[in-house]
């Protein structure tokens, strides 16, 4: 069975330092994992996604995620935290089962950026 | 290229009654998901169709339903509405087939206040 744990429910930093919200997987599969981010009211942004290519994956707005196996984690970074990336951030898990996809949501993190 | 319409984007209904939100794909998209997002619960699966037919489904009563009809569109209804069915409800839509990388396009929401 598949299930995402997103080890931070709330995540503070200041302006200009670097972000890093973890995430933690179980799959039975090779998955697919992806982050998103929700602004208030918004739906939901893809911001990167691993689909068993590089392990480094480099997405939008300067962030970044590494796929580490042996860990199970996907988390995601940024060197240099800005006032607009304030938000809701989910780590998902994918895998094909029958030529569909199934999604499991982790339940998010909610990033504060401090001026 | 247009992203995921949803519609309406606020609707106020009191108990008792039912209620009827729409999306529209991606032109090009053949599948549409539903999610349910309440502070308290997160991001919920409601359903997915293809090709009008539900291929997936979450843990919801009988009071949610949805359709799909050719041009991919998507309907879901919740009938009998209850106070616990506030919530911002996200339809997300994603291309099957060559090229699937099975990722979720979102639309902004259709968020449903039950008085």
């Known amino acids: 069975a598949q299930s995402v744990t997103q080890l931070d429910s709330h995540v503070s930093v200041s302006e200009g330092t670097p972000v890093l919200l973890r995430c933690n997987y179980s799959?039975?599969?090779?998955?697919?994992l992806f982050w998103y981010v929700q602004h208030p009211n918004k739906g939901l942004q893809l911001l990167l996604k691993?689909?068993?290519?590089?392990?480094l994956v480099k997405g939008i707005n300067g962030f970044e995620a590494e796929f580490k196996k042996s860990e199970t984690s996907f988390h995601l970074t940024k060197p240099s935290a800005h006032m607009s990336d304030a938000a809701e951030y989910f780590c998902?898990?994918?895998?094909?089962?029958?030529?569909?996809?199934?999604?499991?949501f982790g339940t998010g993190t909610r990033l504060k950026v401090l001026a | 290229k247009a992203g995921v319409t949803q519609t309406p984007r606020y609707l106020i209904k009191t108990r008792g009654q039912q209620v009827t939100l729409s999306c529209s794909p991606i032109s090009g998209h053949r599948s549409v998901s539903w999610y349910q997002q309440t502070p308290g619960q997160g991001l919920q699966f409601l359903f997915e169709?293809?090709?009008?037919?539900?291929?997936n489904k979450g843990n919801f009563p009988g009071r949610f339903s949805g359709r799909q009809f050719s041009n991919s569109r998507s309907e879901m209804n919740v009938s009998t509405l209850e106070l616990g069915d506030s919530a911002l409800y996200l339809c997300?839509?994603?291309?099957?087939?060559?090229?699937?990388?099975?990722?979720?396009?979102f639309g902004e929401g259709s968020r449903l206040t039950v008085l």
């Open positions: 998902v898990v994918s895998d094909r089962n029958s030529g569909t996809y199934k999604y499991i």
């Open positions: 691993y689909t068993s290519a590089a392990t």
């Open positions: 799959s039975s599969y090779s998955p697919s």
């Open positions: 997300a839509s994603s291309l099957v087939g060559a090229g699937d990388t099975g990722e979720l396009f």
């Open positions: 169709y293809f090709s009008e037919t539900q291929r």
